[in-house]
């Protein structure tokens, strides 16, 4: 995909990301990216401030679909 940076009022400018691109990341409005400088150019990765609870969902969501699998494990 190809975006373009565009040029704000103040002089600094944006890149716009197609909607594409951020439902395939889950991003929102708002979401913040991380910037590497790269020899070969610019890596945005997403920040996720709650990869602990994404986690903790998803070992709850394993612990409930195997709970009586566990709960004979752990006598």
């Not at 197609?18 to 890596?43: A, H, K």
Request: hydrophobic share 40%.
């Amino acid at each position: 995909m190809k975006t373009i940076v565009r040029k704000l009022d103040e002089g600094s400018g944006v890149v716009i990301l197609p909607q594409e691109m951020l439902d395939n990341l889950n991003m929102r409005v708002g979401d913040q990216f991380q910037i590497i400088e790269t020899d070969d150019g610019v890596i945005l990765r997403p920040v996720r401030s709650d990869d602990v609870e994404r986690q903790m969902r998803a070992a709850r969501d394993v612990m409930d679909q195997y709970e009586a699998a566990l709960q004979r494990m752990a006598k």
